[in-house]
């Protein structure tokens, strides 16, 4: 029992990894997957360590949690096999690995790990043997056999033919004249060698892949007696030019060259630091229209984005990526950089053609494919490879392309392409003057907007910013993706309102019941005036759907009429786009009201709105078809005044009714039917007596001129017909559509 006390302590350490044990210094990436390396190959033995082959190459991996599950290096599978964890060895007959290697020198520490060839090359040359057999401290990044003989012909011939002044000076720029083990190998480091004391660039990655001059150390930590042997996977050069002088010397970089000058980059990749290039190639410039390339070179704001964009924030060898991995340009944009088999691959596409060539202050792999920013395009270009290319074609046709492409600093709320299902609207004063209001004047990303903020439009309307938990809207529509930053403007949607919640509703003959009731109510002013509501509409077939005892009775009490319409109007504005699950909404009344969206179908307890989002300049209208009721039904005194009878109310109603005023037929308006609408005129209609049933033709409806650029866009006039038959007693009865 006393042994397993003693021994739970260490079990957990082992079980929970290195966050479990707080004392220690943290370990380095490399020392992470090699121990998760460990415990996979555990059940093995002792000092056993599990490593990823990928299939059909030599190419070992000490790997994480999330390679060993894909069971994938660069997209290609890989084969599980054991060997024994760097610094032991096996013994006959016994399980695992459970000898440390013997201590040696250099030279013969060489051979254990499997870099004869660079044994033998050691021996040609006079003076390299002794010193690793000799006293001293020493590190070689000694490079494997297969390294030596991946070497181009002509450079192994020029080595070997003066082998001590060429090969001694190569081999002993793999060395530095101390130990250096990988835990002392960070990022961005730069290690004084033994041939002239040139520099070594370390480069130390999260994902535990340790490069020198971007070769991959393959076994690291092999000690012996004077120092330590990493092995590598290529032979290493000195590194004497900066980015900006290779650019200088190669042919290919002709136009970048011209580019970084005219940037001013130039001061950026001739200084200190540790980037990566990704250095387009003549022939990249050459890929994309004379007329953008020609705009972006003359524009020095979109020059530099644009070269910007090509220059990683850090230095990033091939060897390093066997994964895809987000990398930050000096743009502010992000890069997918990934693999694929042996070919880097940027945002998915294999375009660098040329890899790892190495600069002082960083690395450089040729592309032969532009990376054009958002940053860097005209509106036109970054919405025309976007999901709102039809609404750039609607600009074009309405005369409007040059706001586009021009120098004018604007916003963009351009309708989805999804909007125009149906079609596209014709192109006349009204959709123009339409797209000029989709235009916003000076350019401003989202992440700068706020609530209540007003956006002036190029068509001179006013429009107003409202922001929610999970939804950021520019009047009724709502921004359904991220920004797209375009050289002068950022894309987006939306539908200026129309007047006063009152204007609205007057407005639209589908609430001339409930303009009535508001009015003798005494709410009149309230909808007019300044402020932020969202009205809950009951529809004339909501009120006509009432009981008609209970719609007498409200219409009847100007008190209680004004409790119940009162309960319709939230106390802040809530377009459709910023509902969720359920939002409760505070009334003019005092209790809430619970307004949920599910499946794109907006309900005000629990009742389905018929129309959302129907703008005003003081809130926003909403279609209901039932009269709402609060929660907890009070005792209502009687007010000293009555409402006007349900017969003047449908009186009012009708002077409401715009359709009444004209005579339309239902065919010109493109609705089907052959029943033509009201024509008679308001001021000769009759008295209607109600002794007995009649039939009284009421229009109802609202020639509606609201634009939904997110769902909706651009909706027609419509007029809709009801008729309303009166029963005895001045109760409406039944409604039915002619």
Not at 503 to 522: C, E, H, P, T, Y
Request: aromatic share 6%; charged share 20%; hydrophobic share 40%.
């Amino acid at each position: 029992m006393a042994l397993l006390v003693r021994l739970l302590p260490l079990a957990l350490a082992l079980a929970l990894g290195p966050a479990a044990t707080l004392a220690g210094p943290a370990k380095s990436p490399y020392q992470l997957v090699l121990q998760h390396s460990r415990l996979r190959g555990r059940q093995h033995g002792p000092n056993v360590c599990a490593v990823q082959k990928l299939i059909g190459t030599n190419k070992k991996y000490f790997t994480n949690c999330k390679q060993w599950y894909q069971r994938k290096i660069c997209g290609k599978s890989t084969v599980i096999s054991y060997e024994c964890c760097p610094g032991y060895e096996k013994v006959p007959g016994e399980k695992g690995c459970p000898a440390a290697l013997p201590l040696s020198n250099l030279y013969e520490t060489l051979g254990v790990v499997g870099s004869t060839t660079t044994q033998l090359y050691t021996d040609r040359t006079e003076k390299l043997r002794p010193e690793m057999e000799g006293p001293g401290s020493f590190t070689i990044f000694a490079p494997s056999n297969e390294a030596w003989a991946s070497l181009p012909a002509e450079v192994l011939d020029s080595l070997v033919s003066n082998v001590n002044i060429e090969l001694l000076n190569a081999l002993r720029y793999h060395m530095v004249n101390r130990r250096v083990l990988t835990d002392e190998l960070k990022h961005g480091m730069a290690l004084t060698s033994m041939y002239q004391n040139s520099g070594i660039q370390i480069h130390h990655y999260p994902n535990g892949i340790v490069t020198v001059n971007c070769a991959r150390l393959l076994k690291a930590d092999h000690h012996a007696t004077n120092g330590v042997v990493h092995l590598i996977d290529k032979v290493i050069s000195t590194v004497t030019n900066n980015i900006q002088q290779i650019i200088e010397i190669e042919d290919t970089f002709e136009t970048l060259r011209a580019a970084v000058a005219a940037s001013g980059l130039n001061t950026v990749l001739e200084g200190d630091g540790q980037f990566t290039l990704l250095a387009p190639t003549n022939e990249a410039f050459e890929k994309i229209p004379a007329e953008t390339l020609n705009r972006i070179l003359g524009d020095p704001e979109a020059l530099r984005d644009l070269l910007n964009n090509h220059i990683l924030k850090s230095a990033m060898c091939a060897e390093a990526i066997v994964a895809g991995m987000s990398m930050e340009t000096l743009e502010g944009t992000t890069l997918e950089v990934g693999c694929s088999g042996d070919m880097l691959t940027i945002n998915g596409k294999a375009i660098i053609s040329n890899k790892d060539i190495l600069a002082t202050n960083g690395v450089i792999h040729f592309i032969d494919e532009l990376l054009i920013p958002d940053s860097a395009k005209t509106l036109f270009e970054l919405a025309a490879e976007s999901d709102v290319s039809t609404a750039v074609d609607l600009f074009r046709q309405a005369g409007l392309g040059t706001h586009l492409s021009g120098k004018e600093r604007l916003t963009l709320l351009a309708p989805m392409n999804s909007v125009f299902k149906d079609g596209t609207p014709n192109i006349d004063s009204h959709t123009k003057n339409l797209l000029l209001n989709h235009m916003i004047k000076d350019q401003l990303a989202s992440k700068y907007l706020y609530h209540g903020q007003t956006l002036d439009t190029l068509g001179g309307k006013k429009l107003r910013v409202f922001v929610y938990r999970n939804s950021l809207c520019i009047e009724n529509s709502c921004i359904a993706a991220h920004d797209k930053r375009g050289r002068y403007g950022t894309d987006r949607m939306l539908t200026p309102p129309m007047g006063t919640v009152m204007d609205v509703l007057k407005g639209d003959n589908r609430f001339s019941m409930l303009v009535a009731a508001i009015q003798s109510a005494g709410l009149t002013e309230t909808l007019n005036r300044e402020g932020v509501y969202t009205v809950f509409a009951p529809t004339n077939e909501a009120f006509q759907s009432m009981p008609p005892e209970e719609l007498n009775k409200l219409l009847g009490n100007a008190k209680e009429l004004a409790n119940i319409l009162k309960y319709h109007v939230g106390d802040e504005i809530l377009v459709s786009g910023g509902i969720g699950a359920l939002v409760r909404l505070k009334s003019l009344q005092g209790d809430k009201l619970e307004v949920s969206s599910k499946n794109n179908v907006v309900s005000v307890n629990k009742e389905p709105v018929a129309e959302a989002d129907i703008m005003a300049t003081n809130g926003v209208v909403y279609a209901i078809s039932s009269v709402l009721q609060p929660p907890a039904v009070r005792p209502q005194e009687r007010g000293d005044e009555l409402a006007d009878s349900a017969l003047d109310i449908f009186k009012q109603a009708s002077a409401y009714s715009r359709a009444a005023q004209t005579s339309v037929k239902l065919a010109s308006m493109g609705l089907g039917g052959s029943s033509p609408l009201c024509s008679l005129d308001a001021s000769s209609w009759p008295e209607v007596p109600i002794s007995q049933p009649h039939d009284l033709c009421l229009c109802v409806g609202l020639l509606n001129a609201q634009y939904y650029p997110v769902k909706r866009f651009l909706h027609g006039p419509i007029i809709q017909m009801r008729r309303l038959r009166l029963r005895k007693g001045g109760a409406p009865g039944s409604t039915a559509d002619s």
